[in-house]
């Protein structure tokens, strides 16, 4: 039921395409694409936080890394389920973008790794920078993007932000932990 009503909601969304939309939506998905503004917020952390930002740097990375072995080693081969363009009954359904990627698609890595990174910040910084929440938004669209080129069901988008925001928790309740964190 729940596997219907996933495919139901992906066909619907991914059906949703626009030709003008293509091209951002691969960008948009790109991992490399999104280097700079990884650099624009190191820059930010360094220049604002000093010695300190090594330790808030290193929370990013470790909930990156949770969110991404957690999907992509853990889950991915456990659940062995198709990514909507290996499925074949609906593979001639499906609008891909660019190349379809790995075999299993439970649960997204990009959402994982968008929505841990987020919350860190979120976490640990947020109640200085407040415009950090915004941040949410991206790691949405990022998400997203990922049901647009025809990669990922809205389950594995849904579980894969869900596991990437539990990594970044675990991760920011042991910054918080360690005696010598250089704490915010």
């Known amino acids: 039921m729940l596997n219907e009503l996933d495919t139901e909601l992906f066909l619907a969304l991914n059906g949703a395409h626009a030709s003008w939309l293509d091209q951002a939506m691969f960008w948009i998905s790109d991992r490399n694409f999104w280097f700079p503004f990884y ?4 820059a930010f952390l360094i220049w604002r936080y000093r010695v ?14 949770v969110g991404d072995q957690v999907t992509s080693g853990l889950l991915k081969p456990w659940a062995a389920r198709p990514r ?87 991760v920011s309740f042991l910054y918080r932990k360690l005696p010598l964190n250089y704490q915010v």
């Open 39 to 42: 650099a624009l917020i190191l």
């Open 84 to 170: 909507p363009c290996h499925e074949p009954s609906i593979e001639k359904m499906v609008h891909v973008v660019w190349e379809c990627g790995g075999r299993y698609g439970f649960a997204s890595s990009h959402a994982a790794n968008t929505f841990g990174f987020v919350t860190v910040l979120v976490l640990l910084l947020g109640k200085e920078h407040p415009w950090l929440k915004w941040l949410y938004l991206w790691a949405a669209v990022v998400s997203y993007s990922r049901i647009y080129v025809g990669a990922h069901y809205p389950g594995d988008v849904l579980v894969g932000g869900l596991v990437g925001i539990l990594g970044a928790v675990l």
């Open 52 to 65: 300190r930002a090594a330790g808030i740097i290193l929370a990013c990375v470790l909930a990156i890394l």
